[in-house]
């Protein structure tokens, strides 16, 4: 997904809401391009889209009650 994402939209960020469920299908997302990033995006956003390496991880922000916010560069974990 996140791959697929990269190929069509570049550079960007994983946008999750959790303060939405939908019924049995989990939280909505979508995928945000790093030209809506710099458009929208707080600082931290903006910084980390900058600076990740999309061939190692991605960029996940989180989308919590009372609105905040929480951003991470992820990567996959090592075979176990």
């Known amino acids: 997904m996140a791959a697929e994402a990269f190929n069509e939209l570049g550079r ?3 946008v999750v809401d959790t303060t939405s469920r ?3 299908e ?3 997302f979508d995928c945000y391009s790093q ?3 710099e ?3 707080n600082v931290d956003i903006k910084r980390m889209v900058r600076e990740y390496d999309p061939g190692k ?4 922000v ?4 009372n609105e905040r916010i929480r951003t ?9």
Do not use: D, H, R
């Not at 989180?62 to 009650?65: D, M, W």
């Not at 991470?72 to 176990?80: E, M, R, S």
């Open 62 to 65: 989180l989308l919590k009650p």
């Open 72 to 80: 991470y560069q992820v990567k996959p974990l090592p075979q176990l």
């Open 39 to 41: 458009k929208k995006g």
């Open 22 to 24: 939908l019924t049995g």
């Open 26 to 28: 989990g939280n909505p």
């Open 57 to 60: 991880g991605i960029v996940v």
């Open 12 to 14: 960007g960020a994983i």
């Open 35 to 37: 030209e809506i990033v």
